[in-house]
């Protein structure tokens, strides 16, 4: 079975993500909010998710089961999205329309990634 171009290309971005994690984690842990009591475990843990789950992506037989990681990953990394869009300090100085277009930008990744669970 053939997978189509743009998963291949959803693969890429999520296991570039994943590695920029281990290259420059405290920009993740930055944007951690503080309510997480071990933000260094959840950026490994969460990088390398996105490793493994970009990988398996590209395997025909676990695409579907990497989609719904996926999903489940972007849902849980979304307090750092709100967290980013309240607090100034950890914006990386970027505009707040911009964080806040980031916010449903949410929803269009988790649909993406829903369209390989089928």
């Known amino acids: ?3 189509p171009w743009h998963l291949y290309l959803m693969a890429f971005l999520y296991i570039f993500a994943g590695i920029n994690h281990f290259r420059n984690p405290k920009m ?7 309510f997480f009591t071990n933000p260094k475990l959840i950026n490994i843990l969460s990088g390398a998710a996105e490793v493994v789950l970009g990988l398996l992506l590209i395997l025909p037989i676990t ?7 996926i999903i489940a990953l972007l849902i849980a990394v979304f307090p750092a999205n709100i967290f980013m869009y ?6 990386f100085g970027l505009p707040k329309w911009i964080l806040f277009v980031r916010l449903p930008l949410q929803i269009v990744l988790i649909f993406w990634a829903y369209l390989y669970t089928l």
């Open 28 to 34: 993740y842990i930055k944007i951690i909010p503080p």
């Open 63 to 69: 695409s579907p089961f990497a989609a719904w990681g």
């Open 1 to 3: 079975m053939n997978l």
């Open 86 to 91: 309240l607090n100034k300090n950890v914006s």
